[in-house]
T-cell receptor, first 117, second 112 residues
Framework: GAVVSQHPSRVICKSGTSVKIECRSLDFQATTMFWYRQFPKKSLMLMAT?????????EQGVEKDKFLINHASLTLSTLTVTSAHPEDSSFYIC?????????????FGPGTRLTVT | KNQVEQSPQSLIILEGKNCTLQCNYTVSPFSNLRWYKQDTGRGPVSLTI?????NTKSNGRYTATLDADTKQSSLHITASQLSDSASYIC???????????FGAGTRLTVKP
């Protein structure tokens, strides 16, 4: 089946620094990728929708200047958490939509655990 | 109010037993409904996906049902195994927009 990878799987950073998380679709082209945030024992919360070659669409309440999203190719999207603070500590999950399948299948990455100290 | 409601919130069963998880939704217009399994600290993995015209779909020991009239779905797990311990998330897609609405999930614990 289709695979979506994320890197890194875990990252610990100091408050004030920036962290970049990569999301790759490994065997299909993803015109649309999604970034989610998940708190312990809670469901996924959509942060933004990333379209290849265009600006990302952010959900209400998500700061676009803090969570920078770049979708430069059909297989790669990146999320950069700028000037991270402890409250940004969370589990970040990306997913990629395989537009070649019907109904459109959406595959999730394994997630990235961010801890800001 | 969440448009996708799952029950129960958590469930504990003994290994080898069957269980059924419920998902009720109010999402409209409906495109498809998916069940995902999410292990702790991992991303969700797709179990089944059903469109309006499908009312049952199986994937090994997992069988999902869909009643589009009553807007209800269930996920039945047969002969549970310890590795089935995870959160099971119901996700409904909005037709024409591709938006996905996530349920809060059911946390299943299978004990030996």
């Amino acid at each position: 089946g289709a695979v979506v990878s994320q890197h890194p799987s875990r990252v610990i950073c100091k408050s004030g620094t920036s962290v970049k998380i990569e999301c790759r679709s490994l065997d299909f082209q993803a015109t649309t990728m999604f970034w989610y945030r998940q708190f312990p024992k809670k469901s996924l919360m959509l942060m933004a929708t990333s379209n290849e070659g265009s600006k990302a669409t952010y959900e209400q309440g998500v700061e676009k200047d803090k969570f920078l999203i770049n979708h430069a190719s059909l297989t790669l999207s990146t999320l950069t958490v700028t000037s991270a603070h402890p409250e940004d500590s969370s589990f970040y999950i990306c997913s990629a939509r395989d537009g070649g399948r019907a109904p459109q299948e959406q595959y999730f990455g394994p997630g990235t655990r961010l801890t800001v100290t | 109010k969440n448009q996708v409601e799952q029950s129960p919130q958590s469930l504990i069963i003994l290994e080898g037993k069957n269980c059924t998880l419920q998902c009720n939704y109010t999402v409209s217009p409906f495109s498809n409904l998916r069940w995902y399994k999410q292990d702790t600290g991992r991303g969700p993995v797709s179990l089944t996906i059903m469109t309006f015209s499908e009312n049952t779909k199986s994937n090994g020991r997992y069988t999902a049902t869909l009643d589009a009239d009553t807007k209800q779905s269930s996920l039945h797990i047969t002969a549970s195994q310890l590795s089935d311990s995870a959160s099971y998330i119901c996700v409904v897609s909005v037709d024409g927009r591709g938006d996905m609405r996530f349920g809060a999930g059911t946390r299943l614990t299978v004990k030996p």
